[in-house]
């Protein structure tokens, strides 16, 4: 099931929901600090934006310091990225 981004009130309720988390998370939230975000919380998270069509470098997860928004920030380029890719060079 893809999941589409539109805003990142959009992004942050589909991470709540597919990572059953109790709350809504904010953009300022950092994933290790505030989210308490483990690596197998970062692997289920890297798993759910890929659903989002969006291709980020498991590396990007691991930053220390990340934010949701940065995240956010950075699928929302790869999906433009990739959209705009399709677009240009359709056979």
Do not use: H, K
């Amino acid at each position: 099931m893809a999941i589409q981004i539109r805003s990142f009130d959009n992004f942050a309720s589909a991470i709540a929901r597919e990572l059953e988390l109790a709350s809504v998370p904010r953009r300022p939230d950092r994933l290790r600090n505030e989210l308490s975000f483990d690596s197998l919380a970062l692997f289920e998270l890297y798993v759910v934006i890929s659903e989002m069509g969006a291709v980020v470098e498991p590396e990007v997860l691991a930053e220390p310091g990340l934010t949701l928004g940065d995240l956010y920030d950075r699928v929302t380029v790869a999906v433009i990225d990739r959209d705009v890719a399709n677009t240009l060079y359709r056979p």
